[in-house]
């Protein structure tokens, strides 16, 4: 399955329409093409201007950018993890994706009713927070009186572990704190994911502000008051203003510049949300060029070479015999391949290789 992002919030918050900005601005927008695989998911392009840059130094009949999926997921009200509302399928779905995208409402519009009748970012966290430890308090529960008769009876290792976890796990919850917020050690780590937590998967907040405030979001009472929690809690945060982006994914590119402009942005903030998402769910560029493609791939931070070449074909990883790279960053500075070749800046890295962020790699191999 694809990595996915998924969008939660409460109601009237603004989630549906950060959704449609997104859909919208690839139905109509060139550079960032939009594909629904389902009714509420979406392949996303990955805007980076460094895709660009290659192709203006080593010409490729087709560029190709990387991509990835959001998901919409069914609003949640207090009582979720209980049945209540969409709860059960709020929950579900949020087990089914890497990351979570908490679309948090940071404007003030009287004729937006709030689902608990003040606008209010902490509290409104607080709910859907509250809901998804209760959740996972409760999976935890449902384990717990199995494991720990294994562990103690059986005396079997991999229940030994497990349970210890769990003692580990249950009071942080029960605090009213995340699974994210535990330090765990690899082993730890590999029975955590086993365990399919909701609260252990990364979180961006996104700040949804007032159209008025879209070009310096961060100055805004709720911005701050969200970016405090958010530091507190290990999340990401963005602002922005999903009115404004829906419109902006709606105009053609001269219109959407010119529009641009006079807000003082330089690009769309779904950009922005698009790529900090990306990173959120550990998600790296790397890149071929020249000849008939140039191409923007994903793999996993920490990848190494065999398996980044994996990512083209299954054939590349087998048969690997090294990796021809060149840093981004070498190609932008020198003009072309030949440049970075001659400066001895071209680098033959074999199977030990950890793949980096904006790497153009040829691969050698042979099957």
Same mark, same amino acid.
């Given at each position: 399955?694809?990595?996915?992002?998924?969008?939660?919030?409460?109601?009237?918050?603004?989630?549906?329409?950060?959704?449609?900005?997104?859909?919208?601005?690839?139905?109509?927008?060139? *550079?960032?093409?939009?594909?629904?695989?389902?009714?509420?998911?979406?392949? $996303? &392009?990955?805007?980076?201007?460094?895709?660009?840059?290659?192709?203006?130094?080593?010409? @490729?009949?087709? $560029? $190709?950018?990387?991509?990835?999926?959001?998901?919409?997921?069914?609003?949640? /009200?207090?009582?979720?993890?209980?049945?209540?509302?969409?709860?059960?399928?709020?929950?579900? *779905?949020?087990?089914?994706?890497?990351?979570?995208?908490h679309v948090v409402?940071?404007? #003030?519009?009287?004729?937006?009713?709030?689902?608990?009748?003040? +606008?209010?970012? %902490?509290?409104?966290?607080?709910?859907? *927070?509250?809901?998804?430890?209760?959740?996972?308090?409760?999976?935890?529960?449902?384990?717990?009186?199995k494991v720990e008769?294994?562990a103690k009876s059986?005396?079997?290792?991999?229940?030994?572990?497990?349970?210890?976890?769990?003692?580990?796990?249950?009071? /942080?919850?029960?605090?009213?704190?995340?699974?994210?917020?535990?330090?765990?050690?690899?082993?730890?780590?590999?029975? +955590?994911?086993?365990?399919? %937590?909701?609260?252990?998967?990364? +979180?961006?907040?996104?700040?949804?502000?007032?159209?008025?405030?879209?070009? #310096?979001?961060?100055?805004?009472?709720?911005?701050?008051?969200?970016?405090?929690?958010?530091?507190?809690?290990?999340?990401?945060?963005?602002?922005?203003?999903?009115?404004?982006?829906?419109?902006?994914?709606?105009?053609?590119?001269?219109?959407? @510049?010119?529009?641009?402009?006079?807000?003082?942005?330089?690009?769309?903030?779904?950009?922005?949300?698009?790529?900090?998402?990306?990173?959120?769910?550990? %998600?790296?560029?790397?890149?071929?060029?020249?000849?008939?493609?140039?191409?923007?791939?994903?793999?996993?931070?920490?990848?190494?070479?065999?398996? /980044?070449?994996?990512?083209?074909?299954?054939?590349? &990883?087998?048969?690997?015999?090294?990796?021809?790279?060149?840093?981004?960053?070498?190609?932008?500075?020198?003009?072309?391949?030949?440049?970075?070749?001659?400066?001895?800046?071209?680098?033959? &890295?074999?199977?030990?290789?950890?793949?980096?962020?904006?790497?153009?790699?040829?691969? %050698?191999?042979?099957?």
């Amino acid at each position: 399955m694809a990595l996915t992002a998924g969008i939660v919030g409460l109601p009237n918050v603004g989630k549906s329409t950060l959704f449609n900005a997104i859909t919208k601005a690839g139905a109509e927008m060139a *550079n960032y093409p939009f594909a629904t695989i389902e009714p509420n998911v979406g392949m $996303v &392009e990955v805007p980076d201007a460094r895709l660009a840059r290659i192709q203006e130094i080593e010409p @490729a009949d087709k $560029v $190709v950018p990387t991509t990835f999926e959001f998901t919409d997921i069914a609003g949640i /009200v207090k009582g979720a993890s209980k049945g209540e509302g969409l709860g059960n399928k709020f929950l579900e *779905n949020i087990r089914q994706v890497n990351a979570i995208v908490h679309v948090v409402r940071a404007f #003030d519009d009287d004729e937006i009713t709030h689902v608990s009748g003040k +606008v209010d970012p %902490l509290d409104d966290i607080d709910t859907i *927070n509250t809901e998804l430890i209760l959740a996972d308090l409760d999976a935890i529960d449902k384990r717990w009186a199995k494991v720990e008769k294994m562990a103690k009876s059986a005396k079997d290792k991999e229940a030994i572990a497990e349970f210890a976890v769990l003692e580990k796990l249950k009071p /942080v919850l029960e605090e009213g704190k995340p699974a994210r917020s535990i330090e765990w050690n690899e082993d730890e780590q590999k029975i +955590v994911k086993g365990l399919f %937590l909701l609260t252990s998967k990364p +979180v961006l907040y996104v700040a949804n502000v007032a159209e008025d405030d879209m070009a #310096d979001p961060e100055a805004t009472p709720y911005y701050q008051q969200i970016a405090a929690f958010a530091e507190q809690d290990h999340a990401e945060i963005i602002g922005i203003s999903a009115r404004a982006e829906e419109a902006i994914a709606g105009m053609d590119p001269e219109d959407q @510049a010119e529009f641009m402009e006079m807000q003082g942005i330089s690009e769309p903030g779904l950009n922005r949300l698009i790529r900090t998402a990306y990173h959120l769910l550990d %998600l790296r560029t790397f890149f071929t060029a020249g000849g008939k493609e140039t191409r923007a791939w994903t793999f996993h931070a920490g990848m190494k070479a065999p398996q /980044v070449a994996g990512v083209i074909h299954s054939d590349f &990883e087998r048969g690997f015999i090294r990796a021809e790279t060149i840093a981004f960053d070498d190609l932008d500075q020198y003009g072309s391949v030949k440049a970075v070749r001659e400066a001895g800046r071209r680098r033959s &890295e074999g199977k030990e290789y950890l793949v980096k962020d904006g790497d153009i790699i040829e691969f %050698l191999f042979n099957v």
